[in-house]
């Protein structure tokens, strides 16, 4: 992390030995969960906007797949059952999907997720501003610094997506019993719900990454001596 020129004394003074001190990655793990522990109710309100989205996504994807396994069963009873919890569907239809208005709400969540992620990133780094300026100081390389932010970001998004996706999964399942009762458990395709999970958690991680990536350049590119002048 470090790059230093060291001028030995036994040795001419034009004479320059570069030495290069690189903290080992699981070093930026160790700083990056002490980060987040000193600023956990930061870091809680953050990763609740991020589990509220993704669970939204969740139960919607989850909620299709609930119906869209009762459909495979090609039971006459259970296709009137979905079509009258609300599910649009023609006379030759096989499976359901979000409708424009659940694919809109879904994405405005989303955007609004992203926004607020952004927003606390940003927070962030002003008030990290001495912190960035001493690590550089030192000698902390730009892609030292990118690469705290990214891992606090990354952490934060796992846990924030899988909650959220478990949460909206658990969710869509119970909505399920309570509306078709025994036969959402029995005709739901499993893998199908496994993957939705994943699906939630991979867009949950992304977005958490996506709202860091421009805050994380701004704190890398930030110069120690202005860093170290702001008054906190």
Same mark, same amino acid.
């Given at each position: ?42 870091? *809680? ?6 589990? #509220?989205? @993704?669970?939204?996504?969740? !139960?919607?994807? @989850?909620?299709?797949?609930? %119906?869209?396994?009762?459909? %495979?069963? =090609? ?13 649009? #569907? ?17 994405? #405005? ?34 892609? !030292? ?5 990214? *891992?606090?970001?990354?952490? =934060? ?13 658990? !969710?869509? #399942? *119970? ?27 991979? @867009? ?5 990454? *996506?709202?860091?990536?421009?805050? %994380?350049?701004? %704190? ?13």
């Amino acid at each position: 992390m470090v790059n230093q020129e060291i001028l030995p004394a036994d040795k001419k003074e034009s004479e320059h030995v570069e030495r290069l001190i690189v903290l080992p990655f699981k070093k930026s793990i160790e700083i990056s969960l002490k980060s987040i522990r000193v600023r956990f109710f930061r870091s *809680l309100i953050t990763t609740m906007s991020l589990v #509220l989205a @993704v669970s939204f996504l969740g !139960f919607v994807s @989850v909620s299709n797949d609930v %119906a869209n396994g009762m459909l %495979a069963t =090609q039971d006459r009873h259970l296709r009137q059952a979905v079509i009258r919890s609300g599910y649009d #569907l023609g006379p030759e239809d096989t499976n359901v999907g979000a409708s424009p208005k659940q694919r809109w709400i879904i994405i #405005l969540s989303l955007l609004v997720c992203v926004v607020g992620i952004v927003n606390a990133q940003l927070m962030a780094v002003t008030e990290r501003f001495r912190e960035i300026g001493t690590m550089k100081c030192l000698g902390a390389l730009d892609r !030292f610094i990118l690469r705290l932010f990214i *891992l606090e970001a990354g952490m =934060q998004g796992l846990a924030g997506a899988g909650a959220g996706a478990l949460a909206g999964a658990f !969710f869509a #399942l *119970l909505n399920g019993i309570l509306r078709f009762g025994s036969a959402a458990m029995t005709s739901v395709s499993w893998s199908s719900v496994i993957i939705s999970v994943f699906i939630a958690i991979g @867009v949950g991680c992304l977005l958490s990454l *996506l709202g860091v990536l421009y805050p %994380a350049l701004i %704190a890398a590119r930030m110069q120690p001596v202005e860093a170290m002048r702001v008054e906190q």
